[in-house]
């Protein structure tokens, strides 16, 4: 059974918020999922140039490939476009439209030829893929080094070099809709630009219109005669008739002009052959009319004599079924054998019905595609039948051509590009029900391609014609209608279509029962997809029955040791994880990646995934040491493995760096980051959902080191994104969104966190439903928001309800239920309920540890909140005592300048201020103070709040000018990093204030200072 590759369990982006699908971590179905099977590819190797932008000078030598051969007449338009483009202006851009075959880029090409910029590039442009393919070869031209990059990277690298000079020419040509061309014109500042179109209306917003009718009669007559007697004196007569039947369109007319020169007919035995078949060839509703009739009969005579070669016809009604530019040759193999088809590819391009590229391609004008795929039973070069045929050839010619396999493999990407364009064309060309069961296969293998590049819209698309047709021609129970579904359903999935998803694969995996069996290896995959995907829509008990069944039976069916087996497992410990039993899952992957070790060998792709399951578990119990060390492990074998710029050791980076972040290393976490998130866009693409997600784990770095601003810009250009790509309901796109109310909260934008807060909440209780662990996380946060903005009824009332509704749907000792009532104990503290707060804090410690062990950080955290409610009750010795139990605890599990163990030591220090022992109180506030500013930096604001405090605790213990004169310190840096006008700031420059005020009286009257 073929799936769709590619899932991933989710990263914690930050404290009591869900992150993007974090780390990139391995995942998913249990079969087809790139995080299963994997064939190991080459490295992709990039010379050192391909990392650089494209020189300055690349252009300076002149670089053009416009090209004008034989061109006749059109004075008047060749002054108008001189004329038009003498005018002043930053950028001018012209259209030149008329009839198709009228001549446009004849004349185009002509004037273009002899213009005097450096950089003159033509650029078909009939889509916005085609815009893309002519940008990047213009990149090649300018920087060869590109050619190893994706089309999309190539692309963009041109237009950054035209956004940055001038002295340039664009032509882009056959332009069909001015939005495909209208994002790059609103990125180019200076330059020329001439479009050809057939559109003649909604030029107004874009460019000058110029119109560009048929030839005069004497321009037509002029280019029939130069092309007839291009090799030597031949007979005219009737030459100027021929060119009057043709409609003087300019394809046409040298079209019929090479004719004859190659045949030797004379023009008035070519006028009578046009008379024999009038132009009756298109069906109704085809383009261009008359014009095309008119070019329609100039191909029956063309194929007529060409029926010497009746391969040469049957060629070229296969070509029509492709995109009309560089069809690969490839796609025409296995249809004759290899000299046949070389001649009749040889006929075809003699009487210029295709165009031979240079480089195994081939080219088609579409007015020819169109007219050999039109069926006429008048016709015999047009039977019915023989289209028919063709389209199925070029269908089995598509999906035997096109690669399978796991899509993450660059190596693949380069073929899947060359023929997805003539895929596309082939199932647009024709209506659903002519699709066959190899049209599905090729629906079925771009689905799967454009999957793996995050294109999930036209992949669902095809998945769902591709079901239409299974389901028509093979039946519903068949087992391939069965896998289309199962992918179909996936597809939605990850598109967020949760409710879909679940649909159908709960009919998928009906269906599979009583088709297959229940121990049937397809039915245990569909199963394993369905558990998935209730993991996915929070159903997580659910999960986790049909996840143990899933693993049972691959065990019955396979045995213990079986790849299959070993890879139920690994989703099944995702599942526990999911649910908070990390002891259970900690244990089946240290299990699972043990036996893929012993079966398979250290290398194999299966036990580096396994491997880095178990690097996501070590990371969410805490246990960051080993985390960091397995997942440097896991990098390093991974680029050994697959190559620096591989996908899978792309993601293996991504997991150091969030290993790097969770155990306080954020300066490595934020250069490795950075580095990943340039790499995936350089490789994948900027707007690939791998890219975004990594892009999301670097914003969390930066707030992990006190960059809050800078994870705040770069989360709100993700969500501008995602949302473009994925919809604003996607829940990839309501986590960005909900990292940004986070954000918000952080630099004490309290108004925006809350509004932003209510609607992540309200759009995901719609979206994924009130009782889905990601509305329950909103409403968490939307909670804090509250809390922090003043409003502490509410975020209690709110709290009470996210805790009770987490206790019913996750558990009463689930992680996420206790952190919701850790921060409840914590807003009864703030309403100066401290008993509520101290009760419910012990009783949260003691499940914490009972659950995840004394020494877990998050039962640290609670510990730590536990011992701020002691102080604050008066409890002072206990708040001591636990005080230094949480520091030691820390030191010895994350390390003595971690993070987490600093804020350890500033709590404790308070807690030694509120116990009366000052000397010790600041004595660990110098030292903490002296450990942030090397860990952390002196700007970040963990430094600036002990300093801040430190100054307090001086005041507190009778210095009044040390406290004054450090004070005043921390106010100049605090308006210096965050800002005069920052709530911070804003706090102690008050503090500063009262206490100037206060020293002042007591030296007037020669007082001790007043306590604060």
Not at 781 to 798: E, M, P
Request: net charge negative.
């Amino acid at each position: 059974m073929t799936d769709i590759p590619g899932e991933a369990p989710g990263q914690q982006a930050a404290a009591g918020i869900r992150a993007s699908h974090g780390a990139i971590a391995a995942g998913g179905d249990v079969v087809g999922s790139s995080t299963q099977y994997i064939t190991a590819g080459q490295a992709f190797v990039l010379p050192p140039e391909a990392y650089r932008p494209i020189p300055d000078d690349a252009a300076d030598g002149g670089i053009s490939n416009i090209a004008s051969d034989l061109f006749v007449g059109r004075n008047d338009e060749l002054t108008a476009l001189k004329e038009a483009f003498t005018r002043p202006g930053k950028v001018v851009v012209h259209a030149v439209h008329g009839l198709g075959g009228v001549g446009k880029s004849a004349l185009a090409a002509h004037w273009a030829g002899r213009r005097p910029e450096r950089l003159r590039w033509w650029v078909t442009a009939d889509d916005a893929s085609a815009v893309d393919a002519g940008l990047a070869a213009l990149a090649r031209a300018l920087q060869p080094a590109l050619a190893a990059l994706p089309a999309e990277v190539q692309s963009e690298r041109a237009v950054d070099w035209l956004t940055r000079h001038d002295g340039w020419l664009l032509v882009l040509d056959n332009v069909e809709d001015p939005r495909h061309i209208r994002p790059l014109l609103d990125r180019l500042p200076g330059g020329r630009i001439l479009i050809t179109t057939r559109r003649a209306t909604g030029w107004h917003h874009y460019a000058t219109a110029i119109r560009l009718g048929v030839f005069r009669p004497d321009e037509s007559l002029e280019l029939f005669t130069r092309v007839l007697t291009h090799h030597g004196p031949r007979d005219t007569d009737g030459a100027d008739a021929v060119c009057e039947e043709l409609g003087h369109l300019a394809l046409a007319v040298e079209q019929a002009a090479a004719y004859c020169a190659e045949t030797g007919i004379p023009p008035l035995a070519y006028l009578d052959l046009l008379a024999q078949w009038p132009a009756t060839m298109f069906a109704a509703g085809a383009e261009g009319g008359d014009a095309e009739r008119t070019i329609a009969r100039i191909w029956h005579l063309t194929l007529d004599r060409l029926s010497d070669t009746p391969l040469a016809g049957d060629l070229l009604r296969v070509l029509a079924w492709y995109a009309p530019d560089r069809i690969p040759r490839s796609l025409l193999e296995g249809l004759a054998e290899p000299p046949r088809l070389a001649a009749a590819i040889g006929r075809l391009t003699a009487y210029s019905m295709i165009t031979d590229n240079g480089d195994a391609t081939w080219s088609v004008h579409r007015l020819v595609q169109a007219l050999a795929r039109t069926p006429d039973p008048d016709d015999p070069h047009r039977r019915p039948e023989a289209i028919d045929h063709a389209r199925d050839q070029a269908t089995t010619r598509l999906a035997d051509t096109f690669p399978t396999g796991s899509y993450d493999q660059p190596d693949t990407w380069p073929l899947c590009r060359a023929v997805l364009p003539h895929a596309d064309a082939l199932t647009h060309h024709h209506t659903p029900d002519h699709d066959t069961t190899r049209t599905a296969r090729v629906l079925h293998l771009t689905a799967l391609y454009r999957f793996g590049q995050g294109a999930l819209a036209p992949a669902i698309h095809a998945l769902q014609r591709a079901l239409a047709t299974e389901e028509r021609i093979r039946g519903n129970d068949h087992p391939h209608t069965l896998t289309t579904r199962n992918n179909l359903a996936r597809a939605y999935r990850s598109a967020g279509e949760l409710s879909r998803a679940v649909q159908l694969q709960e009919c998928t995996l009906h269906d599979s029962e009583r088709v297959l069996g229940n121990d049937h290896p397809d039915t245990l995959i569909t199963r394993n997809n369905l558990a998935y995907t209730y993991r996915v829509a929070g159903r997580v008990d659910d999960a986790i029955t049909l996840g143990e069944q899933v693993a049972a039976g691959l065990s019955r069916l396979f045995g213990d040791n079986s790849r299959e087996t070993l890879i139920a497992r690994s989703n099944l410990a995702s599942a526990y994880s999911q649910a908070g039993r990390t002891t259970d899952s900690i244990a089946l992957n240290e299990q699972v990646a043990a036996d893929f070790a012993r079966l398979l060998g250290d290398d194999h792709p299966d036990t580096l995934i396994a491997r880095g399951n178990l690097v996501s578990s070590y990371n969410e119990t805490g246990r960051a040491a080993e985390a960091v060390a397995l997942a440097e492990q896991v990098a390093a074998d991974v680029s050994r493995v697959f190559g620096k710029d591989h996908p899978r050791t792309l993601s293996a980076r991504a997991n150091l760096a969030s290993s790097y972040d969770s155990a306080g290393l954020t300066a490595e976490a934020i250069s490795l980051g950075e580095q990943v998130e340039a790499d995936l866009g350089r490789v994948l693409g900027e707007d690939h959902l791998e890219t975004l997600t990594a892009r999301a784990n670097l914003a969390s770095s930066y707030d992990s080191a006190g960059r809050t601003a800078e994870a705040l810009t770069l989360s709100e250009q993700i969500a501008v994104v995602r949302t473009r790509v994925l919809g604003e309901d996607h829940p990839d796109t309501l986590t960005t969104r909900a990292n940004l109310a986070y954000y918000y909260h952080q630099m004490e934008r309290t108004a925006d966190a809350m509004t932003l807060g209510l609607q992540v909440a309200a759009a995901r209780a719609r979206v994924l439903g009130i009782d889905h662990p990601d509305t329950l996380t909103a409403c968490h946060n939307l909670a804090a928001a509250c809390r922090s903005a003043g409003r502490i009824a509410t975020a209690i009332a709110l709290g009470e309800r996210v805790a009770a509704a987490r206790a019913r749907v996750l558990g009463e000792d689930n992680p996420d239920t206790l952190t919701t009532q850790a921060n409840l104990a914590h807003s009864y503290q703030q309403a100066g309920r401290t008993a509520d707060a101290i009760t419910l804090g012990e009783q949260i410690a003691a499940v914490f540890a009972r659950v995840n062990g004394e020494d877990h950080p998050e039962t640290l955290t609670v510990r730590a909140n536990l011992a701020t409610a002691y102080t604050r009750a008066g409890r002072a010795t206990e708040a001591v005592i636990l005080g230094e139990q949480i520091v030691a605890a820390r030191a010895r599990v994350l390390g003595e300048d971690n993070p987490d163990t600093l804020t350890a030591q500033a709590n404790l220090a308070s807690a030694y201020a509120s116990a009366g022992c000052a000397a010790d109180a600041i004595a660990l506030q110098e030292h903490v103070i002296a450990a942030r500013t090397r860990v952390l930096g002196k700007d970040h604001l963990d430094t600036l709040i002990i300093r801040g405090n430190l100054a307090v605790t001086y005041w507190d213990a009778g210095r009044p000018h040390d406290a004054l004169a450090l004070l005043r310190q921390v106010v100049t840096e605090r308006e210096r990093v965050l800002g005069p006008d920052h709530p911070k700031s804003m706090q102690v420059v008050r503090t500063l204030q009262k206490w100037i005020q206060i020293v002042a009286k007591d030296d007037e009257r020669g007082a001790a200072p007043s306590p604060r």
